[in-house]
């Protein structure tokens, strides 16, 4: 299995740019989260979906994040307009429902 | 509103040596997970404890839960320099799928 797939695994862009991340989950899982890492804030969950419907997107920072799942098997999460707050790694996990979550290679996000 | 905690944030030791990692947490449970990262790498799975008194052990690491307390703990047996990694232990929320992560031990054997 090729497990979780995320691209870019680095993005740099401008402050006022849209960026797009992705992430394809393992084939058979139905649980996708989206998680932020920083050295301030540590690992936060974003949002996670279920059967690619949004469950809790409470963690989501503001209305400048969307994310969505247009099929079983993929994920974006957009930051429109990027800050330079917004720079961390953006991680992608998967799971088979209520049970570890497999991490993808994460993205690298530095907006200048 | 779940917390996670975790001690200590740095460990450095010696190899050889044994040391324990703690994870308390908050509010009840019903899994908790732990997780290794290596510098600018991934989270790579170790352990799911899905019961009081569960014992997982692999390697040279050992993981256990005592839901009445809320503590797992992380035990390091004879350490080698492999080891050298952040550590997280993960809190399951009570009834969906939303995992709180700890703050991470950074941990660093010394030769």
């Known amino acids: 299995d090729a497990g979780v797939i995320q691209s870019p695994r680095h993005e740099v862009t401008e402050m006022g740019q849209e960026v797009t991340l992705r992430c394809k989950l393992i084939s058979g899982h139905n649980s996708l989260f989206w998680y932020r890492q920083t050295m301030m804030r540590g690992l936060e969950l974003l949002i996670y979906f279920n059967n690619n419907v949004p469950i809790d997107d409470s963690g989501m920072p503001e209305d400048r994040f969307s994310a969505k799942m247009p099929n079983a098997s993929f994920s974006t999460l957009k930051i429109q307009p990027s800050e330079p707050r917004d720079s961390a790694v953006y991680f992608c996990a998967s799971s088979p429902g209520q049970r570890m979550q497999y991490f993808g290679p994460g993205t690298r996000l530095t907006v200048t | 509103e779940l917390k996670v905690e975790q001690n200590p944030l740095f460990l450095s030791m010696q190899e050889g040596k044994n040391y324990t990692i703690y994870c308390n947490y908050s509010?009840?449970?019903?899994?908790l997970y732990w997780y290794r990262q290596d510098p600018g790498k991934s989270l790579e799975s170790l352990f799911v404890?899905?019961?009081?008194?569960a014992v997982k052990q692999e390697g040279r690491l050992m993981a256990s839960l005592d839901t009445k307390a809320r503590l797992s703990t992380l035990h390091i047996t004879a350490a080698v320099h492999d080891l050298s990694a952040t550590y997280f232990c993960?809190?399951?929320?009570?009834?969906?799928?939303?995992?709180?992560f700890g703050t991470g031990t950074r941990l660093t054997i010394i030769p």
């Open positions: 509010t009840t449970s019903d899994r």
């Open positions: 993960a809190v399951g929320d009570f009834g969906n799928e939303k995992l709180t």
């Open positions: 404890l899905l019961s009081n008194g």
